[in-house]
């Protein structure tokens, strides 16, 4: 069974947010805005479905927090935590994602994104 999450925000505030340093994608160094959100327990990445903002990024377990990967895997069950890149968010803008998580065989009855 596939389930799908979205995740939406906006820059309420009255200045672009700030991009951090220590951010690698595809192996080269830069310095993004990231949103960040980890895979839950008992299920497994598919894919993203729609993003309206920001660059779709993939992380594996054993990568560094803020180290990604901008394509696809082969194997996208091995994605444990997911990331949106921004060279910029300026006040008053918007970005949502959604993305589908395949529940695993022998999952719990409840799953949960924290």
Same mark, same amino acid.
């Given at each position: 069974? @596939?389930?799908?999450?979205?995740?939406?925000?906006?820059? @309420? *505030? +009255?200045?672009?947010?700030?991009?951090?340093? *220590?951010? !690698?994608? +595809? &192996?080269?160094? /830069? =310095? @993004?805005?990231?949103?960040? +959100?980890?895979?839950?327990?008992?299920?497994?990445?598919?894919?993203? %479905?729609? !993003? %309206?903002?920001?660059?779709?990024?993939? *992380?594996?377990?054993?990568? &560094? @927090?803020?180290?990604? !990967?901008?394509?696809?895997?082969?194997?996208?069950?091995?994605? /444990?935590?997911?990331?949106?890149?921004? +060279?910029?968010? *300026?006040? &008053?803008?918007?970005?949502?994602?959604?993305?589908?998580?395949?529940? =695993?065989?022998?999952? /719990?009855? !409840?799953?949960?994104?924290?």
């Amino acid at each position: 069974m @596939k389930t799908t999450y979205t995740i939406a925000g906006i820059n @309420k *505030g +009255d200045v672009s947010a700030l991009p951090r340093s *220590g951010i !690698t994608i +595809d &192996g080269i160094a /830069s =310095n @993004k805005i990231i949103l960040l +959100d980890s895979i839950p327990s008992n299920v497994s990445f598919v894919q993203f %479905t729609e !993003t %309206t903002n920001g660059q779709e990024l993939y *992380g594996y377990e054993g990568n &560094g @927090k803020y180290e990604f !990967t901008s394509s696809l895997p082969s194997e996208p069950a091995l994605v /444990s935590f997911i990331g949106l890149a921004f +060279d910029e968010l *300026g006040p &008053g803008e918007e970005f949502s994602t959604t993305f589908q998580v395949q529940i =695993n065989p022998g999952a /719990s009855d !409840t799953v949960q994104n924290r």
